[in-house]
């Protein structure tokens, strides 16, 4: 039977752009569908009736929604090819483990960043440093915080590479300054073509975020 | 033969998810009580990020995040499996597992309110409760698991059994079960396995320590 797989996407979304490399990275070929978010298809409304949210994975009409179980599911149905999570337990929950740290603290963090001025922001600027110099102490000297390849971590943390750009000009600072071995990791993984292939342009999400920022009345 | 160690406190809900998957899949372990207002020296050694329990330590490795934790069980001690088999099954029980894990907060969040941050409060617990009648428990199922608990039952276990402590302490009645059939019948199953009815922290215990510390953050919020 002909594999179908779909994916519900908005493209400067960083649980989007999991999903991408994920599918990259195995060779899956897939229908990428684009959603207007303020104008949700009936479609995303009936794959992701609890939280309405993208991305959605449709795999033979069945929706998996949440990207990292969406990567996870990947990896474990097409699993003769790029394997993303380890296959030794404790090394599989280390990853899992980094992979929930990214997730409770990155989105909400940088958020921050954007979202707000004075002290505020001055605030969510130490968090999001200290926050990366964190990943960065566990990233280590290797050269993939899965080892040799990309794996799970890698997948789940370097789509907020693309919003770096976007985050520096907002809070005016640099992260390179602060986390140079961690932006060494993020041009790596940018070598890689799942990767060059699934993450926006800087620039394009900068100005995605100043849309955003007028739309909120955010100055 | 490897050692297993459990790091927890006498009330956390977190806790007792691990607790239970042990039990469950009959693997014996040292159980060491935490005082969260004086943390051990060994807990912070081993979740320097967290600080947290519930910390499983087995052969001296320690795993922190309680679903992470319950994933790494299943995994070395397959008997009594608490995930589908099958890759999508999986997937769905584990939307409901992050679901379940997304709302836990809405206890501290409770706890915490007074006035309109408490009706809000109140608010989206009536709404992650009907998500769970209208979406999740449908099919007739006696659990999340089928006939048998799994890691989705585990995981919502914080509505069968803290939510009622909660209600006692702030004096509401949230939990209406005739609003919530589904939910209703599916805490009255859950609560009546002897593994889970044999663990679970004393509601009385764990109202008095609560009412109390309640009493005394309300009073300096108002300072």
């Known amino acids: 039977m002909a594999e179908e797989v779909?994916?519900?996407?908005?493209?400067?979304?960083?649980?989007?752009?999991?999903?991408r490399i994920a599918l990259a990275e195995k060779g899956i070929k897939y229908e990428h569908k684009e959603e207007d978010l303020r104008n949700k298809s009936a479609l995303l409304l009936?794959?992701?009736?609890?939280?309405?949210?993208?991305?959605?994975?449709?795999?033979?009409?069945?929706?998996?929604?949440?990207?990292?179980?969406?990567?996870?599911?990947?990896?474990?149905?097409?699993?003769?090819?790029?394997?993303?999570?380890?296959?030794?337990?404790?090394?599989?929950?280390?990853?899992?483990?980094?992979?929930?740290?990214?997730?409770?603290?990155?989105?909400?963090?940088?958020?921050?960043?954007?979202?707000?001025?004075?002290?505020k922001q001055a605030t969510a600027k130490k968090e999001l440093i200290e926050t990366?110099?964190?990943l960065e102490k566990e990233l280590g000297?290797?050269?993939?915080?899965?080892?040799?390849?990309?794996?799970?971590?890698?997948?789940?943390?370097?789509?907020?590479?693309?919003?770096?750009?976007?985050?520096?000009k907002c809070g005016n600072f640099s992260i390179e300054a602060e986390c140079p071995k961690l932006i060494a990791w993020a041009k790596r993984c940018m070598q890689k073509e799942s990767v060059a292939k699934s993450l926006p342009d800087q620039q394009k999400v900068y100005d995605f975020i100043l849309e955003m920022k007028k739309h909120f009345g955010i100055e | 033969?490897?050692?297993?160690?459990?790091?927890?406190?006498?009330?956390?809900?977190?806790?007792?998810r691990v607790i239970w998957a042990l039990k469950l899949k009959g693997i014996s372990y040292e159980y060491i009580e935490e005082d969260i207002r004086n943390k051990s020296p060994l807990l912070l050694q081993y979740n320097p990020i967290h600080k947290k329990v519930p910390v499983l330590v087995h052969d001296g490795k320690p795993i922190c995040e309680s679903t992470v934790i319950l994933q790494y069980i299943d995994e070395i001690w397959p008997q009594n499996p608490l995930l589908p088999a099958d890759p999508y099954?999986?997937?769905?029980?584990?939307?409901?597992?992050?679901?379940?894990?997304?709302?836990?907060?809405?206890?501290?969040?409770?706890?915490?309110?007074?006035?309109?941050?408490?009706r809000a409060a109140v608010k989206e617990w009536l709404e992650m409760l009907e998500v769970m009648?209208?979406?999740?428990?449908?099919?007739?199922?006696?659990?999340?698991?089928?006939?048998?608990?799994?890691?989705?039952?585990?995981?919502?276990?914080?509505?069968?059994?803290?939510?009622?402590?909660?209600?006692?302490?702030?004096?509401?009645?949230?939990?209406?079960?005739?609003?919530?059939?589904?939910?209703?019948?599916?805490?009255?199953?859950?609560?009546?396995?002897p593994l889970i009815k044999e663990n679970l922290p004393d509601a009385d215990k764990m109202s008095a320590f609560s009412k109390h510390g309640r009493e005394m953050m309300l009073a300096s919020k108002s300072n």
Not at chain 2, 104 to 113: E, I, T
């Open chain 1, 132 to 134: 990366l110099k964190l």
């Open chain 2, 133 to 193: 009648e209208e979406h999740a428990l449908i099919g007739g199922k006696k659990f999340f698991g089928g006939d048998e608990i799994n890691m989705v039952d585990i995981a919502f276990s914080f509505v069968a059994h803290w939510l009622g402590v909660l209600e006692d302490v702030v004096g509401l009645e949230i939990f209406e079960p005739h609003k919530f059939p589904r939910v209703s019948s599916w805490i009255q199953n859950f609560k009546s396995i």
């Open chain 1, 141 to 168: 000297d290797k050269p993939y915080f899965g080892g040799e390849s990309l794996g799970y971590v890698d997948v789940a943390f370097i789509p907020f590479y693309s919003w770096f750009y976007a985050l520096e």
């Open chain 1, 6 to 19: 779909v994916l519900l996407d908005f493209w400067p979304s960083p649980f989007g752009m999991r999903s």
């Open chain 2, 89 to 118: 099954d999986r997937a769905v029980a584990l939307f409901w597992i992050k679901f379940a894990d997304d709302k836990v907060y809405l206890m501290s969040k409770l706890y915490q309110a007074d006035g309109e941050e408490q």
């Open chain 1, 46 to 119: 009936q794959m992701n009736p609890v939280h309405k949210k993208i991305p959605v994975l449709i795999h033979n009409g069945k929706p998996v929604c949440e990207s990292l179980i969406q990567v996870q599911y990947i990896d474990e149905v097409w699993h003769d090819k790029a394997p993303l999570l380890p296959s030794d337990p404790y090394q599989k929950a280390t990853a899992r483990f980094w992979a929930d740290y990214v997730d409770k603290k990155i989105y909400e963090v940088g958020g921050r960043v954007w979202k707000t001025k004075g002290e």
């Open chain 2, 1 to 16: 033969m490897a050692v297993v160690e459990l790091f927890g406190t006498w009330f956390s809900p977190y806790a007792y």
